[in-house]
C-alpha cells in the first residue's frame, strides 16, 4: 500500500471520530480490527472484533458526554501499511498527548495501539472517570 493512501485512511479516522460519523468509521475498520488500550485502568487491555471496539468507544463516549477528541499533529507511515499519529487527546477536562499507531490492512484499519506520553496521568483520569472502578 502507498505510504500516501496508509496516511489517508488514518486521517479519515480522525475526521470520522472528529464528526461521530458512525458509518464512516465502521467502514474503516476490518470486522477482525484489534485496539490495544495501554495502561492500568479500568478501559485498558485489548479489544477484538469491530462489536469489543464499539462497545470501548461506547463507554469512552458514556465518561466524556461528548466532549473530547484529537487535535492531529502528524501523521506518518511506511510502504508496509503502518502509520503513526502524534495527537492531542482531550476528554472532558483532561488533555495530554497521545501517539497512536495503525496498521492498515486492505484500505482498512485492522489494529491500533493507543499510548498516552502520560501513562501515569491517563491511569488516575481513567481510575477516578469510570464507574464502578
Excluded at 490492512?105 to 488516575?124: I, N, P, V
Amino acid at each position: 500500500m502507498a505510504i500516501e493512501d496508509t496516511i489517508g485512511v488514518a486521517r479519515r479516522a480522525y475526521e470520522a471520530y472528529a464528526a461521530m460519523d458512525v458509518a464512516a468509521i465502521d467502514s474503516l475498520m476490518t470486522d477482525d480490527h484489534v485496539l490495544h488500550v495501554a495502561g492500568r485502568h479500568p478501559l485498558s487491555g485489548d479489544y477484538r472484533g469491530k462489536q469489543a471496539v464499539w462497545e470501548y468507544l461506547g463507554r469512552v463516549t458514556a465518561i466524556s458526554g461528548g466532549r473530547g477528541g484529537f487535535d492531529v499533529h502528524a501523521i506518518t507511515a511506511d510502504e508496509n501499511g503502518h502509520a503513526v499519529a502524534l495527537l492531542t487527546g482531550t476528554i472532558r477536562d483532561f488533555v495530554r498527548p497521545v501517539i497512536h499507531v495503525w496498521h492498515v490492512r486492505g484500505g482498512q484499519l485492522a489494529e491500533m495501539w493507543d499510548a498516552s506520553l502520560d501513562q501515569y496521568a491517563e491511569d488516575a483520569f481513567w481510575s477516578k472517570a469510570t464507574p464502578g472502578s
